[in-house]
C-alpha cells in the first residue's frame, strides 16, 4: 500500500475550546515520510510541531503538543482521528491561534472535509507497525488500561465507566476504519455540569456551550447554581427539572460518549507516527493513559529499525520449491531458498529452513555449525533473482549475477533449527537490466543480515 496524503487544502474556522478565540486550521498536502505537523503561523517564525507522542505536554481536557520554546497546539484529537481513520500519513497542518477549532465536539466536519478534498497516492509504501504480541499498559490509580492485541487490521472496542446514574458504563467498537466516518465521527464530547466550575476555573473551556459539547446533568443542583453555570458559559438561564442529558441536539447514538472515546483513543494513537495493524481494547480510557501507552509504544517503534514479515508456516507457500526451480537455475546444494510467501512487483519475502543436514556445516563448523555469512547473502539475491525474473515471460531463458554488494551488516550467528525469513525489495526501477535491491534475514524477530546490492539480468547463452 502507498502512503496517502490530501488532494488538495482544506480549512476549518470556529471557536476554540479551551481559548475561546475565533480559530482557522488548514489542512494541507505533504510530501512522503512526512508524517502529520502543525505549524504556528501566528508565531514569529510560524514554529513547525511533530504530532507525535513524545510531543505532548498537556492532557487534562484534550491532546496539547509543545515545543520546547513553549509554543503549543491544543485539541487536536479529534482531527488527528479523522486523518488516521481516512488512511492520510501526511499532513501539514496550519493554525492562526493556539489550538484547533472545536467545532460541534465531534469529527465529522473533518472527516466530510477529507472525503470531500480526496486523497492522492505517493511514491513511498505505507510503513505499519503491525503488533505481533499482546502489550498493555494499566494505571492503577485509575483503573484504566489500554491492550493492543494481534490483528490483521485495525479497530477498536471501548469500555467507559462513571459514578453517574445518567452515564454509569457503555461500550462502543469501530471494527473497520472505514467505517469511522459514519460509525464515530458524529460522536461529540461530554462534560458533566459538576465539572463545568472546575474546568472554568482552569481556563480549559472559555468556547465550551451547548452546541459543541454534551452537557450530562446526573446530580441535582440548586436554580441560583445553575443560573451561575449558565452565566458561566454564557447561554441564557434555564431551569432543569430532570437528571439527564440537557443539549438541545438529541443524541447521535445511545452510546455516543462510548463512540467519542473511541474516537480519542483513535486520536491519540494517531501519535505513534505509524498506520497500525492490531486490536487495541481500551477501559475507562482517557487523554493522560492513552498518551503513555501510546509513548510506550513509540518506545518500540523507534528500538525497531524493520520489523519481521509476518510468517506463519500453516499458509501455503505463493510460489513452492519447484516453482523456484523453474524461475531460477539453483540446484543441490546451492539452492538457498525453500519457498515464497508473499511477492508483488517490488518485493518478496520467501524462506530458508536450516537444517544440519546442509552440506556446509561439515566444514563451518563442525564442532559448531554457523551458516556462513555468505550464503545468507546468496540467499537473499536467489529470492531477489525470483523477485526479478517471475514477472518475465520465458524466466528459464534468464539468470541474474552479482554486479556489486554494498553495506552488509551480520547481526546474529544462523545456526541448525533455525528459520530464515528473507525480505528482498527493489530500491529502483529495474533500467537497463540492472536491479539495486535491499535485503534483510530474519531470524524471529531479530534481523540476522542485511545488505544491499545490485543484479543484472542476463540471457542465458
Known amino acids: 500500500m502507498k502512503q496517502l496524503t490530501l488532494n488538495a487544502p482544506f480549512s476549518v474556522k470556529g471557536k476554540g475550546l479551551h481559548s475561546g478565540q475565533e480559530i482557522e486550521a488548514v489542512f494541507s498536502p505533504a510530501p512522503a515520510n512526512t508524517g502529520y505537523k502543525f505549524r504556528r503561523v501566528d508565531l514569529d517564525g510560524a514554529p513547525v510541531i511533530d504530532a507525535i507522542a513524545e510531543n505532548v505536554v498537556d492532557t487534562r481536557r484534550g491532546t496539547v503538543i509543545g515545543n520546547r520554546q513553549g509554543d503549543v497546539v491544543s485539541t487536536i484529537e479529534h482531527a488527528m482521528a479523522a486523518l488516521f481513520a481516512a488512511g492520510v500519513d501526511n499532513c501539514i497542518i496550519d493554525v492562526n491561534g493556539p489550538e484547533v477549532p472545536i467545532l460541534d465536539g465531534s469529527a465529522v466536519i473533518f472527516s466530510d472535509k477529507i472525503a470531500e478534498v480526496g486523497l492522492v497516492e505517493q511514491d513511498a509504501d505505507k510503513d505499519f507497525y503491525i503488533i505481533k504480541e499482546k502489550t498493555q499498559y494499566k ?17 477498536v472496542e471501548c469500555m467507559v465507566e462513571y459514578n453517574s446514574q445518567v452515564l454509569p458504563n457503555q461500550f462502543a467498537v469501530l471494527d473497520d476504519l472505514a467505517e469511522f466516518r459514519q460509525e464515530v465521527a458524529q460522536a461529540r464530547t461530554f462534560v458533566f455540569v459538576r465539572e463545568i466550575e472546575q474546568l472554568v476555573d482552569a481556563n480549559l473551556i472559555k468556547g465550551g456551550d451547548l452546541d459543541n459539547a454534551i452537557v450530562i446533568y446526573d446530580k441535582k443542583v440548586s436554580q441560583d447554581k445553575i443560573d451561575h453555570i449558565c452565566d458561566v458559559m ?74 519481521a514479515p509476518v510468517y506463519n508456516p500453516n499458509i501455503p507457500p505463493v510460489i513452492d520449491v519447484n516453482g523456484i526451480r523453474n524461475l531460477i537455475p539453483h540446484r543441490y546444494p546451492f539452492m538457498l531458498i525453500d519457498k515464497v510467501i508473499d511477492i508483488n512487483k517490488k518485493q518478496i519475502v520467501a524462506i530458508k529452513n536450516v537444517t544440519v ?22 540467499a537473499m539475491a536467489q529470492a ?53 535491491v535491499k535485503g534483510y534475514a530474519f531470524v524471529g524477530e531479530k534481523i540476522a543480515c542485511e545488505a544491499e546490492f545490485m543484479a543484472q539480468i542476463i540471457k542465458n547463452k
Not at 279 to 300: D, I
Not at 357 to 378: A, D, I, K, T
Not at 393 to 403: A, I, M, Q, R, V
Request: include cysteine; hydrophobic fraction near 35%.
Open 139 to 155: 494505571d492503577d490509580e485509575t483503573g484504566s488500561t489500554i491492550t493492543i492485541y494481534p490483528d490483521e487490521g485495525f479497530s
Open 234 to 307: 454564557k447561554v441564557p438561564h434555564m431551569e432543569i427539572n430532570q437528571i439527564g442529558y440537557i443539549n438541545p441536539k438529541p443524541l447521535v447514538w445511545d452510546n455516543e460518549p462510548a463512540r467519542h472515546k473511541v474516537m480519542d483513543v483513535i486520536g491519540d494513537l494517531a501519535l505513534i507516527g505509524r498506520p497500525l495493524k492490531g486490536r487495541v481494547v481500551a477501559v475507562r480510557p482517557g487523554h493522560t493513559v492513552n498518551n503513555k501507552f501510546c509513548r510506550m509504544l513509540r518506545k518500540e517503534v523507534k528500538h525497531t529499525e524493520v520489523q
Open 357 to 378: 543436514n546442509e552440506p556446509f556445516f561439515q566444514g563451518h563448523f563442525p564442532e559448531e555449525p554457523v551458516m556462513p555469512g555468505v550464503l545468507q547473502v546468496e
Open 384 to 436: 531477489a533473482g525470483v523477485l526479478v525474473l517471475n514477472y518475465l515471460e520465458e524466466p528459464e531463458k534468464y539468470s541474474t549475477y552479482f554486479l556489486k554488494i554494498d553495506n552488509v551488516k551480520f547481526r546474529q550467528k544462523v545456526v541448525p533449527g533455525n528459520t530464515l525469513v528473507l525480505a528482498v525489495s527493489l530500491m529502483t526501477e529495474i533500467r537497463r537490466g540492472c536491479a539495486m
